[in-house]
């Protein structure tokens, strides 16, 4: 059974930008969540996903957005990028909610 | 609202050591609780889980934790560590009702010597 894939893993973006991030969930897993990860800061919640709803969102601003497709594959969105945005961007997806799997990440570093 | 606090941000070892890693945690509700290893460049991995029943439970690697709901604990151990479990370890909990919205320990490297 494959793991949680994410596309691209590593890449460079300049400030202003914007990026998306895709995220692939383990076949039958409805739900997938999104998370940064920092030195600063360590491991963050930014928002969750299920059946093409947004149900649970962290306390990140505006810039950050998503969405989920109706095959459950998800999509984040970072618009105006800072350098503070520079972090590796986990996604996740459950069965059941209360376990669950991440995929490898995507690397973002903001110059 | 949840916290969770390891104890120790970086355990230093000898290969076939035993280890410990710490995790303490605060709750207002029930919580699941978890285990996971990153690898250098990877993701979470799970190692283990307490959900509920046996408050001893087994996880990948020859890992295993004890819940310890009186002082609120979940601490991880393995009695021979290998150079190859040199990673970040984090404690995590997840409400058990409710949004499942887990909360992070800040990690724990763990560093295994030959």
């Known amino acids: 059974k494959a793991g949680v894939t994410q596309t691209p893993r590593y890449l460079i973006k300049t400030r202003g930008q914007q990026v998306t991030l895709s995220c692939s969930p383990i076949s039958g897993h409805r739900s997938v969540s999104w998370y940064q990860q920092t030195p600063g800061q360590g491991l963050q919640f930014l928002f969750e996903y299920f059946s093409e709803t947004q149900r649970n969102k962290g306390n990140f601003p505006g810039r950050f957005s998503g969405r989920q497709f109706s095959n459950s594959r998800s999509e984040m969105n970072v618009s105006t990028l800072e350098l503070g945005d520079s972090a590796l961007y986990l996604c996740?997806?459950?069965?059941?909610?209360?376990?669950?799997?991440f995929g490898e990440g995507s690397w973002l570093t903001v110059v | 609202a949840q916290s969770v606090t390891q104890l120790d941000s970086q355990v230093p070892v000898f290969e076939e050591a035993p280890v410990e890693l710490r995790c303490n945690y605060s709750?207002?509700?029930?919580?699941?609780l978890f285990w996971y290893v990153q690898y250098p460049n990877q993701g979470l991995q799970l190692l283990l889980k307490y959900l509920s029943g046996s408050t001893l439970v087994k996880g990948i690697n020859g890992f295993e934790a004890e819940f310890n709901k009186s002082q609120t604990s979940f601490h991880l151990r393995k009695p021979s560590v290998h150079i190859s479990d040199t990673a970040e370890y984090f404690c995590a909990v997840i409400p058990a009702r409710g949004s499942y919205i887990p909360t992070f320990g800040r990690g724990t490297s763990l560093i295994v010597h030959p």
């Open positions: 996740a997806s459950s069965l059941t909610g209360d376990t669950i799997y």
């Open positions: 709750s207002s509700v029930s919580v699941y």
